[in-house]
C-alpha cells in the first residue's frame, strides 16, 4: 500500500493535460483517414503510423491509464477495420501501448522533444513487437522481428511524431 | 473489488480489454469471419469523408498543376508547339499528297473512258521565266511521243496546247496566254467564237455578235473547228457580258484550274478526236488559235502522231 501511495504521491506532481473538447475524437478520426487516405497519394506514406502516434500523444498528456488502454483499444479496433488485419491485431497492441504511454507518461516528464522521439521510438518498436507477436501466437502468421524497413519507419515514425506532438499541443487548454 | 486499487484497476482493465480481443481474433479464426459488420459500419463512416478528401485533394491537386506548379509548363508548351508544328507540316503534306491522289485518280479515271485516245499524263515542273507568258513545262517530251500542237486537258477543261517538245520535256502554252486560244461555242445556243487568253485569269470570247444572246453563267464548250480537240469539251464558264462595238465582250472563267496545274493530260494525237459521248464532263481541247482568235493550228493529220525515240 504505501508503494502506491507513493506512487500517487510523485504522480500528483505531474501535469495533467486536458484539451478542448471533441479534439480527441476528431484528432483520432483525422489520423484514421489521413492513415487510410495518404498513402493512396504518396505511397512512401505507408511507413507511417498517424493512428499510434495519436494513442501515444494522447496518452502521454493524459496520464490515466484506464482512458489511454481504452483509446488505443477503440484506434485500434478502427484501424484493424479499415485495414484487411483480423480485429483485434491492431487492437491489442495499441491497447498495451495506450496503457504503456498513460503509465509512463504519469511518472516522467515527456514535454521535451527528446524524450518524445525516445519514447515514440520505444513505443514504435513495442508495438510492432506485440502486433509480430500477436501474429505469430494467435494468427500463426510467422513475421520477421526486425526488417530494414521496419527501422526506418520506426524512425520515420519518432521524427514525425516530436513535431506532430507539438502541434497538437496547441489544442490543450491552457 | 472492493480493494483493488486504481492503479491495479487499470491493470485489470487492460487484461481484461486485451482478453477480450484475443477472443475476438479467435472467434474470427474459428468462424473464419473478418467481423465484417464493423467493417461495413467503419468503411461506410469513413468512405464519404475519403471520397470528400479524394475530391478536395484532386481540385487541389488540379489548381497546383494548373496554376502554381507551371515551372515545367512552358518548356512542355514549347515541345507541345513544337510538335504541333511538325504535325501541321506533316498533315499538309498528306492533305498534298490525298489531293494529289485524287487528282491523279481522276486523271486515270479519264484515261480509262477515253482508252482509244492516246494520250499520257504528264506533270508539271516549271513554268515560265517570263512572266508576261502564260507556259509550263511538262516532265515529257518527245521520247514518250508529245509533239508540238498537241492539246493539253485535264480531266476539268481545256489547259493549252504543246508549242515546243523535247526530249524528255515538252513547253505548253497555257490558254490564258495572249497569244492561245481554242475554237469553242456556247453550249445551249451553239453559237460559235474563239476563245482567248488576256494575259489574266480569265479568258474572253471574242467575236459574238450583240444580237447574239449570251448569259452569265453559259457553259462554253469545245466547237471542234480546230480539229485538234473534240467537241464538247468544257473550256469555261461566262462570267461577263457586256455590249461592244462590233461584238459583246465576253469574260469567261476558265473550266481547268489553269492557275494551278500540277498534272495534265497530253492528247498524243493530232488527228481530229471523239471523245466518248458523256464520258469526260470535263474534257477540254486546247487549240491554238492566233491572236485574233483564229485557229493557229488547224491539223489535218489523220494519223496518229508518231513516238520519237
Not at chain 1, 88 to 101: E, P, R
Not at chain 2, 115 to 132: E, F, L, T, Y
Not at chain 2, 156 to 179: A, M, N, Y
Request: aromatic share 6%.
Amino acid at each position: 500500500m504505501n508503494d502506491t501511495f507513493d506512487l500517487r504521491i510523485s504522480e500528483s506532481h505531474i501535469e495533467v493535460h486536458k484539451f478542448h473538447g471533441g479534439t480527441i475524437l476528431l484528432t483520432m478520426i483525422f489520423a484514421l483517414m489521413l492513415q487510410a487516405f495518404l498513402p493512396v497519394y504518396i505511397p512512401k506514406a505507408n511507413i507511417l503510423d498517424l493512428p499510434l502516434l495519436i494513442t501515444i500523444y494522447f496518452g502521454l498528456s493524459r496520464r490515466n491509464p484506464s482512458t489511454g488502454l481504452l483509446l488505443g483499444t477503440l484506434i485500434g479496433l478502427l484501424q484493424d477495420s479499415l485495414s484487411k488485419t483480423p480485429l483485434g491485431l491492431f487492437g491489442i497492441a495499441k491497447t498495451v501501448i495506450g496503457y504503456l504511454a498513460s503509465s509512463i507518461g504519469a511518472r516522467l516528464d515527456t514535454e521535451h522533444p527528446l524524450a518524445r522521439f525516445a519514447l515514440t521510438f520505444s513505443f514504435f518498436a513495442v508495438h510492432q513487437g506485440i502486433v509480430v507477436l500477436v501474429q505469430k501466437l494467435l494468427l500463426a502468421q510467422p513475421q520477421p522481428w526486425f526488417t530494414m524497413r521496419l527501422g526506418i519507419s520506426c524512425l520515420v515514425n519518432s521524427i514525425l511524431g516530436v513535431f506532430l506532438y507539438y502541434l497538437l499541443d496547441r489544442f490543450r487548454k491552457s | 473489488m472492493v480493494g483493488i486499487p486504481s492503479r491495479h484497476r487499470s491493470l485489470f482493465l487492460l487484461t481484461g480489454v486485451v482478453l477480450l480481443q484475443v477472443l475476438l481474433l479467435a472467434v474470427q479464426i474459428k468462424r473464419d469471419s473478418q467481423g465484417r459488420l464493423i467493417r461495413v459500419w467503419t468503411v461506410s463512416a469513413v468512405s464519404p469523408v475519403e471520397r470528400s478528401g479524394a475530391w478536395g485533394i484532386g481540385k487541389i491537386r488540379d489548381a497546383w498543376r494548373h496554376y502554381f506548379a507551371l515551372s515545367d509548363t512552358a518548356r512542355a508548351n514549347e515541345d507541345l508547339r513544337r510538335e504541333n508544328g511538325q504535325l501541321k507540316l506533316e498533315i499538309m503534306q498528306l492533305q498534298s499528297k490525298s489531293a494529289e491522289a485524287d487528282r491523279l485518280a481522276a486523271l486515270l479515271n479519264f484515261k480509262q473512258m477515253q482508252a482509244k485516245v492516246p494520250m499520257i499524263v504528264a506533270r508539271v515542273i516549271g513554268s515560265s521565266a517570263d512572266a508576261n507568258s502564260a507556259v509550263i513545262y511538262l516532265d515529257q517530251g518527245l521520247r514518250e511521243g508529245i509533239h508540238k500542237n498537241m492539246g493539253v486537258i485535264t480531266p476539268e477543261g481545256v489547259v493549252g496546247k504543246v508549242i515546243e517538245s523535247f526530249r524528255d520535256t515538252c513547253q505548253v502554252l497555257l490558254l490564258t496566254d495572249r497569244d492561245s486560244g481554242v475554237g469553242a461555242m456556247i453550249s445551249h445556243s451553239r453559237i460559235q467564237s474563239p476563245v482567248g487568253g488576256l494575259g489574266e485569269p480569265l479568258l474572253t470570247m471574242k467575236y459574238v455578235g450583240n444580237d447574239d444572246e449570251v448569259n452569265v453563267g453559259d457553259r462554253v464548250v469545245t466547237s471542234g473547228m480546230d480539229r485538234i480537240f473534240p467537241k464538247d469539251l468544257p473550256v469555261g464558264t461566262i462570267s461577263q457580258v457586256k455590249p461592244g462595238s462590233p461584238f459583246k465582250q465576253i469574260r469567261v472563267r476558265p473550266s481547268a484550274n489553269i492557275e494551278k496545274l500540277e498534272e495534265v493530260i497530253v492528247l498524243l494525237t493530232t488527228d481530229p478526236l471523239a471523245l466518248k459521248p458523256g464520258a469526260p464532263p470535263n474534257g477540254s481541247a486546247a487549240t491554238a488559235p492566233s491572236a485574233s482568235g483564229q485557229p493557229v493550228s488547224r491539223l489535218t493529220n489523220t494519223k496518229p502522231a508518231e513516238k520519237h525515240p
